[in-house]
């Protein structure tokens, strides 16, 4: 007899006692062509509690399922137009946006195994032949009702996950921008002559980079890769960032800084963490660049035909492992010409790899920078790792910082008219140094930190102060108290610094006399700066070189006077 022909018979039952009170009540489909099969069903299942939609076709089953989002679904199988398994198929299809899983029943008088295999095919999960028990029919409807229960479980769970997980995101990005912001970044030197670029393999990245100019002039450059990748990388590398400009700002010393980081990563890292660290400094004037590498990959000097100068490999162990101060950090010293690129990056950059496991690795970085223009080498150099990796993920933070060193341009001279100094109401300092202090390689900004402690400079002068003092301090212990020759005749610069060093670890005896004093010149205020040794003195008569320091000294003064001997040297700055 066919399905719409055939009775629909209930038997009687009497419901169980109810041990699953808990169960939340479902929200039914009906769909049938029968009248009195639908009221029968809506009959028996609102008894139950059950809220039931009736639908009579499966035009208007689909209608009512996307409406009104049923907890489950009893559907015929015959019937006109679209027949049952049709309308579960489209049900399945088109209900697509559903966000939960809504199980469909088939209730038909077909009861062949291929019947029931073509139901459970076209997307139905159970299948009951008619006449229907109503006690199976109850059972199967609860078992649904402890899946819907589990199910809307879940869905509260994945709301409040989903929530979590925005806020989460949120609250992750805020961070990120707020270690961007302490990257400090926006101090970069104007001009292109530091470039850096981190690309994190999580929201927060282990890697850092920062530049900094001190007073004096000097460019700065960091580079420091924390064990791992992501937050806690991240957290393990920040205690580095203050260390790092506050000391920078001043001009201390490469050794200086590392070591001052080193002891901060030990104060408050784990045992078993450590952050690997590069440091750079570029001394303009000089024509040098100092270069201290604590676990990171070498760092590459090229000139500007990509020739390459030097490397500089890792002579450390990462900071944070062992207990260091300052005479333990080795620093390479070496010439670099105007126009010379140093690069140096994460081992991230290294170690990016193709699908097949292979790495970029530092033959094909050297290749790509010695081969392309210096204009555009860092740029060139990131396109060939991501071409090189062809869209592989990649599994650790990317860095690479590009350190290019500018020439030097002479400021103008300020001009002068007369030679009176009003000398007025004035503030003074003198500081005497003996061979200990004349060995220590922060010497200069221990001296300008204490200077700014008794005496207010206004920052201009501060920085011109800091220049001074670097270059008539160095003139007064290198050709007054050691005796050195000047390092500008040296054919070997290497040779000259280590016999100063030599000659430096051997001075027994010798002083520096400095003398700060706040004057009116020309009825502005003004500052007078006197450098003495006890030395034999500095050869200041015969025309020193564009570059030297005299000559960038002559040029930050009012006016430069020198005693005959050349052991005193007084300068007027604002």
């Given at each position: 007899?066919?399905?719409?022909?055939?009775?629909?018979f209930?038997?009687?039952?009497?419901?169980?006692?109810?041990?699953?009170?808990?169960?939340?009540?479902?929200?039914?489909?009906?769909?049938?062509?029968?009248?009195?099969n639908r009221?029968?069903?809506?009959?028996a299942?609102?008894?139950?509690g059950?809220?039931?939609?009736?639908?009579?076709?499966?035009?208007?089953?689909?209608?009512?399922?996307?409406?009104?989002?049923?907890d489950l679904?009893?559907?015929?199988?015959?019937?006109?137009?679209w027949d049952?398994y049709?309308t579960?198929?489209?049900?399945?299809?088109?209900g697509?946006?559903?966000?939960?899983?809504?199980?469909?029943?088939?209730?038909?008088?077909?009861?062949?195994?291929?019947?029931?295999v073509?139901?459970?095919?076209?997307?139905?999960?159970?299948?009951?032949?008619?006449?229907?028990?109503?006690?199976?029919?109850?059972?199967?409807?609860s078992?649904?009702?402890?899946?819907?229960?589990?199910?809307?479980?879940?869905?509260?769970?994945?709301?409040?996950l989903?929530?979590?997980?925005?806020?989460?995101?949120e609250?992750?990005?805020?961070?990120?921008?707020?270690?961007?912001?302490?990257?400090?970044?926006?101090?970069?030197?104007?001009?292109?002559?530091?470039?850096?670029?981190?690309?994190?393999?999580?929201?927060?990245?282990?890697?850092?980079?920062g530049?900094a100019?001190?007073a004096?002039?000097?460019?700065?450059?960091?580079?420091?890769d924390?064990?791992?990748?992501?937050?806690?990388?991240?957290?393990?590398?920040?205690?580095?960032?203050?260390?790092?400009?506050?000391?920078?700002?001043?001009?201390?010393s490469?050794?200086?800084?590392?070591?001052?980081?080193?002891?901060?990563?030990?104060?408050?890292?784990?045992?078993d963490?450590?952050?690997?660290?590069?440091?750079?400094?570029v001394?303009?004037?000089?024509?040098?660049?100092?270069v201290?590498?604590?676990?990171?990959?070498?760092a590459?000097?090229l000139?500007a035909?990509?020739?390459?100068?030097?490397?500089?490999?890792?002579?450390?162990?990462?900071l944070?492992?062992?207990?260091?101060?300052?005479?333990?950090?080795?620093?390479?010293?070496?010439?670099?010409?105007?126009?010379?690129?140093?690069?140096?990056?994460?081992d991230?950059?290294?170690?990016?790899?193709?699908?097949?496991?292979?790495?970029?690795?530092?033959?094909?970085m050297?290749?790509?920078?010695?081969?392309?223009?210096?204009?555009?080498?860092f740029?060139?150099?990131?396109?060939?790792?991501?071409?090189?990796?062809?869209?592989?993920?990649?599994?650790d933070?990317?860095?690479?910082?590009?350190?290019?060193?500018?020439?030097f341009?002479?400021?103008?001279?300020?001009?002068?008219?007369?030679?009176?100094?009003?000398?007025?109401?004035?503030?003074?300092?003198?500081?005497?140094?003996?061979?200990?202090?004349?060995?220590?390689?922060d010497?200069?900004?221990?001296?300008?930190?204490?200077?700014?402690?008794?005496?207010?400079?206004?920052?201009?002068?501060r920085r011109?102060?800091?220049?001074?003092?670097?270059?008539?301090?160095?003139?007064?212990?290198?050709?007054g108290?050691?005796?050195?020759?000047?390092?500008?005749?040296?054919?070997?610069?290497?040779?000259?610094?280590?016999?100063?060093?030599?000659?430096?670890?051997?001075?027994?005896?010798g002083?520096?006399?400095l003398?700060?004093?706040?004057?009116?010149?020309?009825?502005?205020?003004?500052?007078?700066?006197?450098?003495?040794?006890?030395?034999?003195?500095?050869?200041?008569?015969?025309?020193p070189?564009?570059?030297?320091?005299?000559?960038?000294?002559?040029?930050?003064?009012?006016?430069?006077?020198?005693?005959?001997?050349?052991?005193?040297?007084?300068?007027?700055?604002?």
């Open positions: 007899m066919p399905d719409e022909q055939r009775p629909l209930f038997f009687w039952w009497k419901p169980p006692t109810v041990t699953h009170a808990q169960l939340p009540r479902l929200d039914i489909l009906v769909v049938d062509d029968e009248e009195a009221r029968f069903l809506e009959k299942l609102v008894r139950h059950h809220r039931v939609t009736l639908a009579t076709s499966g035009e208007e089953a689909f209608k009512c399922y996307m409406e009104a989002e049923p679904v009893l559907m015929d199988v015959m019937m006109p137009g049952g049709e579960t198929r489209r049900i399945r299809a088109g697509g946006v559903r966000t939960r899983w809504v199980p469909l029943i088939f209730l038909s008088a077909l009861d062949r195994v291929p019947d029931i073509r139901g459970l095919a076209a997307g139905g999960d159970d299948y009951i032949t008619k006449p229907v028990d109503l006690a199976l029919l109850e059972s199967k409807i078992a649904m009702q402890r899946i819907a229960a589990l199910q809307r479980q879940l869905e509260t769970k994945n709301t409040e989903a929530s979590y997980y925005r806020e989460n995101e609250r992750k990005h805020e961070a990120a921008e707020l270690f961007g912001r302490l990257m400090r970044h926006d101090r970069l030197p104007p001009g292109g002559l530091i470039r850096v670029r981190v690309v994190s393999a999580d929201n927060f990245s282990g890697d850092l980079a530049a100019r001190s004096e002039g000097h460019d700065y450059l960091m580079l420091a924390a064990a791992g990748h992501g937050l806690t990388a991240a957290i393990n590398v920040m205690p580095a960032v203050d260390c790092f400009y506050s000391l920078a700002d001043q001009g201390y490469l050794q200086r800084i590392a070591a001052t980081i080193n002891s901060r990563l030990r104060q408050l890292l784990p045992v963490h450590f952050v690997a660290i590069l440091l750079a400094r001394d303009v004037p000089r024509g040098e660049i100092e201290l590498n604590a676990g990171m990959p070498a590459y000097l000139d035909d990509g020739k390459l100068l030097n490397q500089f490999a890792s002579h450390h162990f990462p944070g492992v062992a207990d260091m101060r300052d005479e333990d950090f080795d620093v390479a010293t070496v010439p670099a010409p105007a126009g010379a690129q140093l690069f140096a990056c994460s991230g950059l290294l170690e990016a790899t193709t699908a097949d496991g292979e790495a970029f690795g530092e033959v094909r050297l290749h790509t920078l010695s081969s392309t223009a210096a204009p555009v080498r740029d060139t150099l990131l396109a060939a790792v991501d071409r090189f990796r062809g869209g592989h993920p990649a599994h933070d990317v860095s690479l910082t590009q350190l290019t060193v500018p020439g341009a002479v400021p103008p001279a300020p001009t002068i008219s007369g030679d009176t100094l009003d000398e007025g109401e004035a503030e003074s300092f003198q500081l005497t140094l003996g061979p200990s202090s004349l060995r220590n390689p010497l200069i900004p221990s001296v300008i930190g204490l200077i700014g402690e008794v005496l207010h400079l206004a920052d201009i002068s011109t102060l800091a220049i001074l003092l670097t270059e008539l301090v160095t003139n007064s212990l290198d050709y108290l050691l005796g050195m020759t000047s390092r500008h005749a040296a054919t070997d610069r290497t040779v000259w610094r280590e016999e100063k060093l030599r000659r430096l670890a051997a001075l027994k005896s002083r520096i006399r003398s700060l004093q706040h004057v009116a010149w020309q009825g502005e205020p003004a500052w007078c700066l006197e450098v003495s040794d006890t030395g034999n003195g500095f050869v200041h008569a015969i025309d070189p564009p570059h030297s320091g005299i000559e960038r000294t002559r040029q930050r003064s009012l006016t430069l006077r020198f005693n005959d001997s050349g052991n005193v040297v007084t300068s007027w700055f604002y």
